[in-house]
């Protein structure tokens, strides 16, 4: 019987690089949806892998990181995969299915995640570090699409202006637990998306410090 080591599987073939790293990471993830976050362990993941601890945590130190390795996997965002759906509201509709296809998935750990973090400043500012960057790439590829067919009349807006709607259904995500409605996609695009876009608050004087009246 051949020895379980990094990567090595019963048909004595050895994985290596990203075809490793997703074996992993698919090990995970069934393990979470067979189990659980509280009760997931990264033994558990290796057995599921047929592969040995040390192998997973040379990769990723503590479970929250394998974890949430293993939903970027499963469903990841990005920009450059966003399709071009020739229109503003199409690509906004886009967006926020994608994102909310991410967010179904990622309910199964999120509560449990969270807790995890809360032990973790320093992970848990990475995440949502690396969170925000990609919905900012993803609002900044959509506007820019947008201004350059003459939809909206610029591409240049405060940040909050341009999170606002992946803000809105993240917060809603989280508070509902569950994934966005058809119709909840419609109600932030036409209620807040666009009119904001199409007709975003004067940048003048933003920066410019109150007086106060003598």
């Known amino acids: 019987m051949a020895a379980v080591g990094d990567g090595i599987t019963g048909a004595a073939t050895r994985r290596r690089g990203k075809t490793l790293e997703g074996a992993l990471l698919e090990a995970c993830w069934d393990e979470l949806l067979d189990v659980g976050y509280s009760a997931l362990t990264i033994a558990a993941v290796a057995r599921r892998a047929h592969t040995a ?4 945590y040379r990769r990723w130190p503590t479970r929250p990181e394998l974890v949430f390795a293993a939903l970027q996997h499963r469903a990841p965002l990005s920009a450059a995969t966003l399709p071009d759906t020739g229109s503003l509201r199409g690509d906004l509709r886009a967006a926020l299915e994608r994102l909310s296809r991410r967010a179904e998935d990622a309910l199964v750990a ?7 973090f809360q032990h973790d400043p320093a992970l848990l500012d990475r995440v949502r570090a690396e969170i925000f960057g990609v919905a900012t790439d993803i609002i900044h590829t959509v506007v ?24 809105l259904a993240r917060e809603e ?5 569950r994934p966005l409605s058809a119709q909840t996609i419609e109600s932030i695009i036409d209620d807040v998306a666009i009119p904001l876009l199409s007709n975003p608050p004067a940048r003048a004087n933003r920066h410019k410090p109150e007086t106060l009246s003598q």
């Open 53 to 56: 601890k040390p192998v997973i």
């Open 110 to 116: 999120m509560h449990g995640l969270l807790a995890d």
């Open 144 to 167: 820019t699409r947008a201004a350059d067919r003459g939809e909206i009349p610029t591409a240049d807006l405060p940040q909050r202006t341009l999170t606002a709607a992946f803000d």
């Open 173 to 177: 995500i989280l508070f509902d637990a």
